[in-house]
């Protein structure tokens, strides 16, 4: 909160919004648990404040995407069972996974090794079994899953608690690669299933497999993107009733009143047409705000209207033409991520125009952007 009250410019998070997605998909889901993903910082909301609430609205389990991140989560009390979601690549980062009661992703066979060596005779660890059924980022192909499999089962302290892949177009109503993925995990589980391997459960969906597949959702739901109250593509949009939880906000740091023809920011690429307030906004790219979103014609939101960034955005400030009618003033409240009266500019809306997905737009809030949590 310091920062917020010395730096006028903050990310307000509203954990009602988080609780209330958890409850709308875990709705749809159900009976499959909802396992939330809260790795990069909880997609830059806060991943411990996100963690707790998805909890108390019914997730039953938490995803990270490295260890460390699960060592937070732990650090802060939180007890729900945290995976990591690729196998741990260093024996260090593996013994850390045990000590912290992670529960570990494996697809290689050193990587049951190493799991194995950092449990040593210490009480049972579950571990997970990822199988690539076509994304080729991660993940054991059949043959090696029933090795990986086999290997785990032969280690007396690992426990196979869970089977999982991951999709990789699921966020593509249409596109049939998600069925063939889901035929292949299928069959590597059966195959396993004849080898005497069982495990507890096996998940395959995304935020966009639980919305959009129900063929996906299986024993567990791993949401991401929904859980913050985003659409996973533009052609998932309004499916479900989500609540985006985040708005980036700022006050207005400074006021000039300029003649028409003066030029503003670094390489005075932006002219004033009439006699028009600027003002300055306290964000800039190193905090997430990125350059370009004035080359793709930007705006922000201000007394309830949209206001144009006038000039390149700099590394921690950014100006915008209020032109002659607008009430603007030290102090005033702008909005650059959400909404402010009847209007509102999406993530969606930045990642459309500068051409990425609302993932990014999110990630790319700055570590010096105080995250305030509502609720
Ligand atoms: C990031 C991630 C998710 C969550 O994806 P969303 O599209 O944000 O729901 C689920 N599973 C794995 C393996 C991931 O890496």
Request: net charge negative; with cysteine; glycine share 10%.
């Given at each position: ?18 609780r209330?997605n958890v409850r709308?998909?875990s ?7 909802f ?19 998805a909890?108390?609205a019914g997730a ?316």
């Amino acid at each position: 909160m310091r920062e917020a009250v010395l730096r006028p410019a903050w990310a307000e998070v509203d954990l009602h919004a988080v609780r209330h997605n958890v409850r709308v998909l875990s709705e749809l889901a159900q009976p499959a648990e909802f396992l939330a993903v809260v790795k990069a910082n909880g997609y830059g909301l806060g991943a411990v404040p996100v963690a707790r609430a998805a909890l108390e609205a019914g997730a039953t389990r938490l995803g990270v995407a490295v260890v460390d991140e699960g060592i937070a989560l732990r650090e802060a009390g939180i007890d729900a069972p945290i995976l990591v979601l690729s196998e741990p690549a260093l024996p260090e980062a593996m013994a850390e996974a045990v000590h912290h009661r992670l529960t570990p992703t494996l697809y290689t066979e050193a990587g049951v090794e190493m799991a194995a060596f950092a449990v040593g005779q210490r009480r049972p660890m579950n571990v997970e079994l990822k199988v690539d059924t076509g994304m080729h980022r991660v993940g054991a192909d059949a043959d090696t899953a029933v090795k990986v499999a086999r290997l785990i089962q032969d280690s007396p302290h690992l426990h196979l608690a869970g089977l999982w892949t991951h999709l990789a177009v699921a966020d593509e109503p249409e596109n049939p690669y998600t069925a063939l993925q889901l035929e292949r995990f299928e069959s590597a589980r059966d195959r396993l299933a004849r080898e005497g391997v069982v495990p507890e459960y096996v998940h395959a969906a995304n935020s966009a497999g639980a919305i959009a597949h129900p063929g996906a959702r299986y024993d567990v739901v791993r949401c991401g993107i929904a859980l913050y109250g985003y659409d996973p593509s533009p052609a998932l949009a309004g499916l479900v009733d989500l609540r985006p939880a985040l708005t980036l906000r700022a006050r207005v740091s400074h006021v000039q009143e300029l003649a028409a023809g003066e030029r503003l920011s670094y390489g005075l690429r932006y002219e004033v047409k009439e006699r028009s307030l600027i003002a300055t906004v306290p964000l800039g790219y190193a905090d997430g705000v990125p350059r370009r979103w004035f080359d793709v014609g930007g705006s922000v939101l201000i007394g309830g209207r949209r206001v144009p960034i006038a000039g390149t955005i700099t590394m921690d400030q950014l100006v915008v033409d209020c032109g002659s009618t607008l009430e603007v003033g030290v102090g005033s409240d702008v909005v650059l991520l959400g909404r402010q009266g009847d209007q509102e500019i999406t993530a969606d809306e930045w990642a459309a125009a500068l051409g990425t997905i609302n993932y990014e737009v999110l990630c790319g809030i700055g570590p010096r952007v105080t995250r305030v949590h509502i609720g």
